[in-house]
């Protein structure tokens, strides 16, 4: 069972995360593989890890559907990057 005021508190922190460290440093690797570069392996385990938070925090975002579309848009987001990624690793 779910308390709200402790739902609020994690649905903070992990947009605070997510505005504060998450997208500034996606949109780094974004421009990079726009670049036509490839990404560093800590670079592909730290996407690995954001996947598996994301897993993670599935039955949070079950409990509060208005946060559904954000986190579409940063799961799209991370894909975008992984597929230029594996495409430029590809091309090498």
Excluded: C, W
């Excluded at 069972?1 to 994690?10: E, H, I, L, Y």
């Excluded at 505005?19 to 500034?24: F, G």
């Excluded at 996606?26 to 036509?36: F, H, T």
């Excluded at 894909?79 to 430029?88: F, G, P, Q, V």
């Amino acid at each position: 069972m779910s308390n709200k005021a402790d739902d609020a508190g994690v649905i903070q922190v992990l947009l605070n995360r997510f505005n504060e460290q998450r997208l500034p440093r996606a949109l780094q690797m974004k421009e990079k593989v726009e670049r036509g570069e490839t990404l560093e392996k800590f670079e592909v385990d730290y996407l690995a890890d954001i996947l598996a938070d994301i897993g993670s925090i599935r039955a949070l975002i079950e409990r509060h559907p208005e946060y559904k579309e954000l986190v579409a848009k940063g799961i799209s987001l991370y894909k975008e990057i992984t597929d230029k990624a594996l495409a430029n690793e590809t091309a090498k």
